[in-house]
Nanobody, 118 residues
Framework: QVQLVESGGGSVQPGGSLRLSCVVS????????MEWYRQAPGKEREWVAR???????NYASSVRGRFTISRENTKNTVYLQMNLLKPEDTAVYYC????????????WGQGTQVTVSS
């Protein structure tokens, strides 16, 4: 049973920073591309960033240049460094492995809340 546990969220002012972590158990993340998603109140869950097993990354246009995704395979952990946060970044953030279908590869974790407000 694969489990995803996200942490590191909180409340920050615009322009602030947070670092999210996603610890994965039940499988080795080294064989997967890993991703971060987010879901704002009243909106669909949206893709934020991906890091492939070789380290290549790509980002949604709304976060490119502000967010950095990384992975530490020895700790089975994926990170999301978020800088220059904006109120529109407010959402619950989730991680998962890349899936080639419309269905998530693993069951979603509980997510971690990020709130950006002055």
């Amino acid at each position: 049973q694969v489990q995803l546990v996200e942490s590191g969220g909180g409340s920050v002012q615009p322009g602030g920073s947070l670092r999210l972590s996603c610890v994965v158990s039940g499988t080795r993340i080294s064989i997967y591309s890993m991703e971060w998603y987010r879901q704002a109140p009243g909106k669909e869950r949206e893709w934020v960033a991906r890091v492939v097993s070789g380290g290549y990354t790509n980002y949604a246009s709304s976060v490119r240049g502000r967010f950095t995704i990384s992975r530490e395979n020895t700790k089975n952990t994926v990170y999301l460094q978020m800088n220059l946060l904006k109120p529109e970044d407010t959402a619950v953030y989730y991680c998962n492995a890349y899936s080639s279908t419309s269905r998530p590869l693993f069951d979603w974790g509980q997510g971690t809340q990020v709130t950006v407000s002055s």
